[in-house]
């Protein structure tokens, strides 16, 4: 049967599937738009299976935040190459995920998948059938939300990179202010990749095993046995230093910490959370 080039370019501009493969789509289907989406679905349904086992460490990481900055959402969309993550098309999809965890701030990536793309699909669903668009790997890897209430500040974003990774960090003061302080620090967090946002929120047992490695290295030095523990607690001051992001020396200013950084604006301002999310 005769297929329409209005046909096939309203197939591709739903699915976003290349010309041919919407023309084969619809000569498969005899015609039905429906049933041509069936089938580019189900080729990425394949694809996904055949290509489930392969590694997506190339991607696009899109950071929001609500009118109102009260919220925030940093969303991964990870490919397999950089040729894929370089598409404006992929960029704008993985946009348009982003629009939808800040809508609805789900509680996780599976609680995101799971949401409603459109009226056709599931997010899930929608990154399955673009798998048979671009014939790689693709997967919503990484997602994280930054929830605040009016009067508790405020939430700014920060793209790094091109996309290579995304930050969002809350500020406790509300005002246009605070805001160049607040992406002055998200930038500091792309940089200088702090594990937590203070010492108290590092895991017990990575305090630990940072006592356990600073008490072996003076033991090779040396260092007699009863000056272990507290050369190792020295060194532990250290790591607090380099890896809790209000205690890092502040980049454009090493002479300062963050949080000193942060009070020379303000003497009650500083850092109530953040979230940082990468590629690799």
């Not at 890896?243 to 000193?260: A, C, F, R």
């Amino acid at each position: 049967m005769e297929i329409k080039a209005k046909d096939v370019k309203a197939l591709r501009d739903q699915t976003g599937a290349g010309m041919m493969d919407c023309k084969k789509a619809l000569v498969e289907a005899e015609g039905s738009f429906d049933k041509a989406i069936e089938i580019l679905r189900l080729k990425g349904q394949k694809l996904s299976l055949k290509r489930a086992d392969r590694e997506a460490k190339e991607g696009v990481v899109i950071a929001k935040i609500s009118h109102n900055k009260n919220n925030g959402v940093v969303v991964r969309l990870s490919c397999e190459t950089d040729f894929v993550a370089k598409n404006e098309d992929f960029v704008k999809f993985a946009e348009s995920i982003a629009d939808i965890a800040l809508k609805n701030l789900p509680e996780d990536a599976a609680a995101l998948n799971a949401l409603p793309y459109d009226s056709a699909m599931t997010i899930g669903e929608k990154v399955t059938e673009q798998i048979g668009v671009t014939g790689e790997k693709l997967e919503v890897s990484s997602y994280a939300k930054i929830v605040t209430q009016a009067g508790e500040g405020q939430v700014l974003p920060y793209i790094h990179m091109g996309y290579k990774a995304g930050v969002i960090v809350a500020v406790n003061l509300e005002g246009p202010q605070y805001e160049e302080p607040a992406k002055n620090v998200a930038m500091q967090v792309a940089a200088m990749k702090p594990i937590a946002l203070d010492k108290d929120q590092i895991d017990e047992s990575v305090v630990k095993k940072e006592i356990e490695i600073g008490m072996e290295q003076a033991r090779q030095e040396g260092k007699p046995e009863a000056m272990l523990e507290k050369i190792a607690m020295g060194k532990l001051g250290k790591f607090y230093k380099q890896s809790t992001l209000l205690h890092q020396s502040y980049v454009k200013d090493n002479k300062v910490s963050v949080l000193g950084y942060l009070q020379s604006i303000h003497a009650d301002l500083t850092v109530t959370d953040f979230k940082h999310v990468t590629l690799g």
